[in-house]
Nanobody, 124 residues
Framework: VQLQAFGGGLVQAGDSLRLSCAASGRTFSRNVLGWFRQAPGKERESVAAISWSGRNIYYADSVKGRFTISRDNAKNTVYLQMNSLKSEDTAVYYC??????????????????WGQGTLVTVSS
């Protein structure tokens, strides 16, 4: 089972990026999927999570109104559209999958499967 995140890069404040995370080895169409980030010297924090149907979505307060999480179950892929990026969004971003459809998806401990991370650097 593998989750592969990509789409990170170096951008300027105010720019947009779209992260993608493709899963292989099994289907995650019935699992809660999420995005986390970890800045240097800080703990990994939840950014967003989405239920298997897409009807239930969670965002951290710091990204509400700027980031959008979505998923394509047919492609076994989850996305994170990031707009109006700020320097404080600089971090390694990780995608993750809960083991089932019932986890709340807001804590690191909720997730069993993790991608390798993609670096997002926002210059001010």
């Amino acid at each position: 089972v593998q989750l592969q995140a990509f789409g990170g890069g170096l951008v300027q404040a105010g720019d947009s990026l779209r992260l993608s995370c493709a899963a292989s080895g099994r289907t995650f169409s019935r699992n809660v999927l999420g995005w986390f980030r970890q800045a240097p010297g800080k703990e990994r924090e939840s950014v967003a999570a989405i239920s298997w149907s897409g009807r239930n979505i969670y965002y951290a307060d710091s990204v509400k109104g700027r980031f959008t999480i979505s998923r394509d179950n047919a492609k076994n892929t989850v996305y994170l559209q990031m707009n109006s990026l700020k320097s404080e969004d600089t971090a390694v971003y990780y995608c993750a999958a809960c083991p089932n459809a019932y986890c709340k998806g807001q804590r690191v401990d909720d997730y069993d499967y993790w991608g390798q991370g993609t670096l997002v650097t926002v210059s001010s």
